[in-house]
Structure formats: C-alpha cells, structure tokens
C-alpha cells in the first residue's frame, strides 16, 4: 500500500464492491449509516472525540446487523455496541491500578478510557487509542485476559481498511488471515493453513 492512504469512504466503496460480486448475503449483513445524532451522543457519554475516520466508516455502516466474520480481526459494531462495551470496561477496571496502569514503560493496560473499541467479539475489542500523542488513532487490541497490545496494529483505521480492501481484491493476508467463501458464498477470514471454515471443510 503507498504511503498516501485511501479514504475510509473510498475502502468501504471497494469492499462493498467486492461483497456485492462475491459475498452478497455478507454484504447484507452490513448496517446502514448510524444516526449522527447518536454518534454525537456517544462520544459526549464516552467524554472523547471520535476520529475522523470513524465517524466516517459508522456512517457508512453502523456495524453489522447480526454476527458476521466480515472482516479479519473482529466484527465492527454499532455506535450502541461501542458505548456498551466501553461501559462495560470501565466498570470492570474501576480504580483498580492493576488494570488501569502498565505495568511496566514499555507495556500497555489492561484497559484505558481513552480506547474506542470499535470492534470486538469473543471478549477482545480492537480498539482505537485516543490518548495524546504522535500515535493517536492507531489501532490495537485490548484482550479480555491480557494487556492491551499496539505493536501488531494499523496507524489508523483508514490504513486497516485500505489493508482489507487491498487483500480482498488482488489477494494476501492481513493479521495472518485470509479470506475465503464459505459454501453458502459468505466471505470468512481464516489462518492460511486452515483445513475448515466455521466448521466445514
């Protein structure tokens, strides 16, 4: 991928595209826009702006509307979703230092206030790091069982996005996975040494 990256907009054109000719039930899978207004709510419950390409790819989709391996890392989620599960982790850490403080420089949190987790399922979100900073906006992973970690992620999610769109159309991996049809013609991401795919060979 050249250093100049594409839009959020123009990488959700082209992944549609693709599901639209290869996956269509995964491409109905995918939500319409979010209501603006409830993403303006969000971020004012959250007490953080969004980046811009966030705002951008929820109002392209808000998430899925049911459960779908659409894209490599976890299911993108709907502004509800996001709220909900930042919620949820800042309860969980409440003052505990544990969970909230690195527990060395070099390491991350187990959580932190400022992480969006704008997509997530099995416990992991990947997040999108809102602290201060030359880094803000990169994305990462916040692990259920586990520390936070940034060093496997994409500077920002239009980056990520451009990754999948480029995959899915002159083929490669991304994080590791590939993507395959299913024998209903869903798109599923999978290890490239995988002998089956949710189950089916």
């Not at 979010?34 to 390409?53: K, S, T, V, Y």
């Not at 997509?119 to 916040?142: C, K, S």
């Amino acid at each position: 991928m050249s250093s100049l990256v594409p839009s959020v907009r123009s990488s959700w054109d082209r992944i549609d595209a693709w599901l639209r000719a290869y996956a269509p039930a995964s491409y109905e899978l995918l939500a319409p826009s979010a209501d603006p207004d409830r993403i303006e709510a969000a971020q004012e419950e959250m007490g953080l702006r969004f980046p811009a390409d966030l705002i951008d790819s929820l109002l392209r989709h808000d998430g899925l509307v049911e459960w779908a391996n659409l894209l490599p890392c976890a299911p993108p989620q709907p502004v509800a979703s996001i709220v909900d599960h930042w919620r949820m982790c800042e309860e969980v850490a409440g003052d505990d230092k544990d969970l909230r403080e690195a527990s060395a420089p070099s390491e991350e949190p187990w959580w932190h206030v400022r992480w969006i987790p704008w997509a997530h399922g099995d416990g992991d979100a990947q997040v999108i790091d809102m602290r201060d900073g030359p880094e803000q906006g990169r994305l990462g992973t916040a692990c259920h069982d586990g520390s936070g970690h940034f060093g496997d992620g994409w500077p920002s999610l239009a980056a990520y996005l451009a990754e999948v769109a480029d995959v899915l159309d002159h083929g490669g991996m991304v994080d590791g996975c590939k993507p395959y049809l299913t024998r209903d013609g869903e798109l599923w991401w999978s290890f490239k040494d995988d002998a089956d795919l949710n189950g089916e060979p």
